[in-house]
T-cell receptor, first 115, second 114 residues
Framework: DARVTQTPRHKVTEMGQEVTMRCQPI?????VFWYRQTMMQGLELLAY????????DSGMPKDRFSAEMPDATLATLKIQPSEPRDSAVYFC?????????????FGAGSRLTVL | DAKTTQPPSMDCAEGRAANLPCNHS???????VYWYRQIHSQGPQYIIH???NNETNEMASLIITEDRKSSTLILPHATLRDTAVYYCIVRAYPRSGGYQKVTFGTGTKLQVIP
């Protein structure tokens, strides 16, 4: 089965450090979503890309978070500087256009702990 | 976007059918009903979607009422591995060249009991 691959699976870092999470979407998918999940907030949409272009990042704290797609096989989510409140599981999902647009395939997530 | 309402939790005996309801009384004519589930510590997984006809696949069946204001996801023979949070989402296909967010509510936590 085609999969969305996320790295790292787990990351423990200290406050103030830069964190980079990576996502390899399914080959041929042209939409990529970044979500964050915490117990308190549930699944929050952070950013959305289509054809590598960021279309919506309104859910993302702009001062410390940035999302990019340097090429069609890689999406990145960076936090600089990280804070304890950023501790969460970050999911990447990809989808196709047209009728498949709302059928997303999620990665296994990156669990981030900021001390 | 049409808002969905789901019960926060449900129990189901193993081997029995699990019927998960979703209310979407403000659904528009071009909006589909999608179901996802999230097993603990995993990413959400797509299950099924439909517009107005009942749908079935290898995972589940989706029953949509004639007025489309509510739907039910049916897991015909629930197993312990079906214990998860189930999300009901209502979305339209994006227009050509358009886009849309896919956002998740709080879902229904289904506990399958041995």
């Amino acid at each position: 089965d085609a999969r969305v691959t996320q790295t790292p699976r787990h990351k423990v870092t200290e406050m103030g450090q830069e964190v980079t999470m990576r996502c390899q979407p399914i080959l041929g998918h042209n939409t990529v979503f970044w979500y964050r999940q915490t117990m308190m907030q549930g699944l929050e949409l952070l950013a959305y890309f289509r054809n590598r272009a960021p279309l919506d990042d309104s859910g993302m704290p702009k001062d410390r978070f940035s999302a990019e797609m340097p090429d069609a096989t890689l999406a990145t989510l960076k936090i600089q500087p990280s804070e304890p409140r950023d501790s969460a599981v970050y999911f990447c999902a990809s989808g196709s256009q047209g009728f498949g647009a709302n059928v997303l395939t999620f990665g296994a997530g990156s669990r981030l702990t900021v001390l | 976007d049409a808002k969905t309402t789901q019960p926060p939790s449900m129990d189901c005996a193993e081997g029995r059918a699990a019927n998960l309801p979703c209310n979407h009384s403000t659904i528009s004519g071009n909006e589909y009903v999608y179901w996802y589930r999230q097993i603990h510590s995993q990413g959400p997984q797509y299950i099924i979607h439909g517009l107005k006809n009942n749908e079935t696949n290898e995972m589940a069946s989706l029953i949509i009422t004639e007025d489309r204001k509510s739907s039910t996801l049916i897991l015909p023979h629930a197993t312990l591995r079906d214990t998860a949070v189930y999300y009901c989402i209502v979305r339209a296909y994006p227009r050509s060249g358009g886009y849309q967010k896919v956002t998740f509510g709080t879902g229904t936590k289904l506990q399958v009991i041995p």
